[in-house]
């Protein structure tokens, strides 16, 4: 008997074929055509690329955010910017089970430090697929060129982990082609992009990045991690 599970794989499978060149406005706009309102588009608050594109495709959807309880004060700023600039965007704060002080009298403090697989998988990984079984779908703005872990990103794909299509429609661009359309069209972005942190995620676990270097080695600087266990 087939499931909605089962038509949802079928359907994301038979768009990673059709879909595989396809521009990122015409990935956003058959996510529009496809799921109508069932679907949700994630931001971690570092830009609004993203949601500046969708927003082209539809007005109104909602914006996945996953309130970590340890973002930086900018990034909270720019959540609470783009939720002004675009009105029609409803912003869900995906929130872990404990807040930071429930989790350190429970785990001890900074669990970061100690096992910051443990601490991501707790305030981000259960918060987001809490939040993603609401959907049939999510939209997110991996691109190849972030890590080597996501060099092969398609543009759709079935997201077996959280059990629902996954589009990536930038997953094409390179860094020349972002920061190119951040100018020309005026995106808002997180301030401390301009202060040298290229990648932006927890305060405790962000830093910034040498002049030259991957810009996600300022993420869990010292440590082998270059994945929070969303996309990989």
Same mark, same amino acid.
């Given at each position: 008997?087939?499931?909605?599970?089962?038509?949802?794989?079928?359907?994301?499978?038979?768009?990673?074929?059709?879909?595989? $060149?396809?521009?990122?406005?015409?990935a956003?706009?058959?996510?529009? %055509?496809?799921f109508? $309102?069932?679907?949700?588009?994630?931001?971690?608050? &570092?830009?609004?690329? @993203?949601?500046?594109?969708?927003?082209?495709? *539809?007005?109104?959807?909602?914006?996945?955010? !996953?309130?970590?309880?340890?973002?930086?004060? %900018?990034?909270i700023?720019?959540? $609470?910017?783009?939720?002004?600039?675009y009105?029609?965007?409803?912003?869900?704060?995906?929130?872990?089970? *404990?807040?930071?002080?429930? &989790?350190?009298? %429970?785990?001890?403090? #900074? @669990?970061?430090?100690? $096992?910051? #697989?443990?601490?991501c998988?707790?305030? *981000?990984?259960?918060?987001?697929?809490?939040? @993603?079984?609401?959907?049939?779908?999510?939209?997110? +703005?991996?691109?190849?060129?972030?890590?080597?872990?996501?060099?092969g990103?398609?543009?759709? &794909?079935?997201?077996?982990?959280?059990? @629902?299509?996954?589009?990536?429609?930038?997953?094409?661009?390179?860094?020349?082609?972002?920061?190119?359309y951040?100018?020309?069209?005026g995106?808002? %972005?997180?301030?401390?992009?301009a202060?040298?942190? !290229?990648?932006?995620?927890?305060?405790?676990?962000?830093?910034?990045?040498e002049?030259g270097?991957?810009?996600?080695?300022?993420?869990?600087?010292? &440590?082998? *991690?270059?994945?929070?266990?969303?996309? +990989?």
């Open positions: 008997m087939t499931t909605a599970t089962d038509e949802l794989k079928d359907l994301a499978e038979r768009a990673s074929a059709e879909l595989a $060149d396809a521009s990122a406005a015409e956003l706009a058959w996510t529009a %055509e496809t109508g $309102d069932n679907y949700i588009v994630a931001s971690n608050m &570092q830009d609004a690329v @993203l949601l500046d594109l969708a927003v082209k495709a *539809k007005p109104n959807f909602d914006v996945l955010f !996953l309130e970590t309880g340890y973002h930086f004060p %900018e990034t700023g720019l959540r $609470d910017a783009v939720a002004a600039t009105s029609g965007l409803n912003i869900i704060n995906a929130k872990p089970d *404990k807040t930071v002080a429930e &989790q350190d009298a %429970e785990e001890g403090p #900074n @669990l970061f430090e100690r $096992d910051p #697989n443990r601490c998988a707790m305030r *981000k990984v259960v918060p987001l697929r809490r939040t @993603l079984a609401n959907y049939d779908a999510w939209v997110t +703005g991996v691109r190849r060129v972030d890590a080597p872990t996501r060099a990103t398609p543009i759709v &794909q079935w997201d077996d982990r959280n059990g @629902l299509v996954k589009i990536n429609p930038i997953a094409p661009w390179t860094d020349e082609e972002f920061r190119a951040i100018d020309e069209h995106i808002l %972005e997180n301030l401390l992009v202060e040298g942190y !290229l990648s932006i995620g927890c305060a405790p676990c962000t830093a910034k990045v002049l270097a991957d810009p996600r080695s300022g993420r869990w600087a010292g &440590q082998n *991690k270059i994945e929070c266990g969303l996309h +990989g």
